[in-house]
């Protein structure tokens, strides 16, 4: 079971606006830094969002977003190409290492 | 361009040690946690735990002490080593670059990943 919740799906049409979640406490997101990951389809995790809200050059229709012990990724302008399952990760105090979310997978309808 | 490229045996049988290596190319070890991330089939990830540059390690609890992370800087490679591996351990594993503590941030800042090993556990 992981530390961090995530719904297991979420969909959208193209060009909507699809919204997940990500729940912890405060010994993770509550207190430290949201990192956001994208897996396509039988390749390695790509990096999304650091920093809570941060992007990487390049990623664009991405938004993320914390308040208090949860966090959520935003995906605009839904696209085909961003079926994938999406993860949120941050460093846990309690124990003091790296804890991810289950994962959410995106589907375009 | 900076890639990293991961070895080692696909198929263990329960009570075995696993061993991995990450090497990488185009580039060199530097000042970074150097992680390890798994993912059983179908299911999502699991930190396994990293080592930084200076040899310090850090591992997930839940792995009750069998993980093994090194690193070699002559060779710019990381290893990892895992003892009595059981069916729960197969999983696709991760060499995974940490730019956090380079960053001066709390992570986890993954910005490259290796192709994956897929490791089946199975008598």
């Given at each position: ?6 719904p297991?799906s979420a969909s959208g049409t193209p060009g909507q606006k699809v919204t997940i979640s ?14 956001w990951y994208q897996q396509l389809p039988?390749?390695?995790?790509k990096f999304l969002i650091?920093?809570?809200n941060q992007r990487p050059s390049g990623v664009d229709r991405f938004s993320g977003s ?6 959520s990724l935003a995906i605009s302008g839904l696209r085909s190409g961003d079926e994938a399952d999406y ?17 959410t997978k995106v589907t375009v309808l | ?123």
């Amino acid at each position: 079971q992981s530390v961090l919740t995530q719904p297991p799906s979420a969909s959208g049409t193209p060009g909507q606006k699809v919204t997940i979640s990500c729940s912890g406490s405060s010994s993770n997101v509550g207190s430290n830094y949201v990192y956001w990951y994208q897996q396509l389809p039988g390749a390695a995790p790509k990096f999304l969002i650091y920093i809570n809200n941060q992007r990487p050059s390049g990623v664009d229709r991405f938004s993320g977003s914390k308040s208090g012990t949860s966090a959520s990724l935003a995906i605009s302008g839904l696209r085909s190409g961003d079926e994938a399952d999406y993860y949120c990760a941050a460093w846990d105090d309690s124990l003091s290492g790296y804890v991810f979310g289950a994962g959410t997978k995106v589907t375009v309808l | 361009q900076e890639q990293l490229q991961q070895s080692g045996p696909g198929l263990l049988k329960p009570s075995e040690t696993l061993s991995l290596s990450c090497s990488v190319s185009g580039g060199s070890l530097g000042s970074y946690w150097w992680t390890w991330i798994r993912q059983p089939p179908g299911k999502g990830l699991e930190w396994v735990g990293y080592v930084y540059y200076s040899g310090t390690t850090n591992y997930n609890p839940s792995l009750e002490r069998r993980a093994t992370i090194s690193i070699d800087t002559s060779s710019d490679k990381v290893s990892l080593k895992l003892d009595s591996v059981t069916a729960a351990d197969t999983a696709v594993y991760y060499c995974v670059r940490d730019v956090s503590m380079v960053r001066g941030i709390v992570g986890p800042w993954f910005d490259l990943w290796g192709q994956g090993t897929l490791v089946t556990v199975s008598s």
